[in-house]
């Protein structure tokens, strides 16, 4: 693929993106309101918290905040003819709390993907115009992390359930199930920190139709924290296959790209832009990555925070009043 073509391919998301946010960011100055507060609608208590607040629960995965983030992740240059394999993952993080001392978090990844798939047409080069499109498999996670503590640390299990639409191309067709952990540290504008895990497959098709599973991920990652909710971050997503074959284990990504906590209307939102490549990856996969993310924020209000709100908002309906 010539690189004007691959030029396109990569700027055109991002000109989306870009396009989209651009003129919000800059109407939108303050991330989530004066004094750390704002009114949401009729409909919902609240839509922020303090906004430094804010920006460290939402780069936690473990916070006890509930997050709905989308993630767009379209991976390049798949195959002889460099195809493009697209994968929504929507994965809302929901914590509960199960005692005065521990929260229960759970995360849900449900991928929506497009798979490429090969038509070679003999004798000119290969032509890959077809492709797989559906559900993948869910891979929920159940973390106990402390509530307090100067290091904010967790454990739990994941688990792979074999829900893909097409278990021929998107799915691994079993049930698999490990351990994972978090950790990480938040001193002055930095989140510093790595999510851990390793499953195995436990039920599910035939290992003559589908191979055993053991599969590793480590995501490691840095946010530096700037002024107005923008940051700068790292969160590539290191993966191992431990039953390919060799030289096909890994995939070790580098990048990373810009974020920004920030409002719309009244729902405080984190918008992200990356881009990933692969210094290591497996024979007729994608060698680089570009990421875009889109996640609702819905922080839990103090009882002093709820107040304010209220005031907040019967002063908003005097003044929408119609004068006599």
Request: aromatic share 10%; glycine share 8%.
């Amino acid at each position: 693929m010539k690189w004007t073509k691959r030029a396109r391919l990569v700027l055109w998301p991002v000109t989306v993106f870009l396009v989209s946010t651009v003129p919000l960011l800059f109407a939108q100055d303050t991330p989530v309101g004066p004094e750390g507060t704002s009114v949401a609608t009729q409909a919902t208590p609240a839509a922020a918290s303090n906004a430094e607040e804010l920006r460290k629960q939402s780069q936690n995965p473990i916070a006890n905040l509930i997050s709905v983030p989308i993630q767009e992740n379209w991976n390049f240059g798949i195959g002889p003819a460099e195809r493009t394999q697209n994968v929504l993952n929507i994965q809302p993080v929901i914590p509960f709390s199960i005692s005065k001392d521990w929260n229960l978090i759970t995360r849900w990844i449900t991928p929506v993907i497009f798979q490429p798939l090969p038509v070679f047409v003999p004798p000119g080069p290969p032509e890959q115009q077809t492709g797989v499109y559906g559900l993948g498999d869910i891979n929920p996670s159940f973390i106990l992390s402390p509530k307090k503590g100067k290091v904010i640390w967790g454990v739990g299990t994941t688990v792979v359930f074999p829900t893909a639409t097409n278990t021929t191309y998107l799915g691994q067709g079993k049930l698999s199930v490990g351990p994972t952990a978090v950790l990480l540290l938040q001193p002055p504008h930095f989140t510093i920190g790595a999510l851990v895990n390793n499953y195995w497959s436990v039920a599910g098709h035939s290992n003559l139709d589908k191979p055993a599973v053991n599969q590793f991920l480590l995501q490691w990652f840095v946010n530096y924290n700037m002024k107005k909710g923008w940051y700068l971050k790292t969160a590539p997503i290191n993966t191992a296959n431990w039953r390919a074959s060799s030289g096909n284990v890994w995939t070790v990504p580098f990048g990373g790209g810009v974020g920004r906590i920030m409002k719309l209307g009244f729902q405080p939102v984190n918008l992200s832009a990356e881009v990933y490549g692969n210094a290591k990856y497996p024979t007729g996969t994608s060698p680089w990555t570009l990421r875009l993310g889109f996640t609702l924020l819905f922080p839990k209000l103090s009882k002093q925070q709820e107040k304010m709100l209220l005031e907040q908002k019967l002063k908003q309906m005097e003044r929408e009043q119609p004068q006599k």
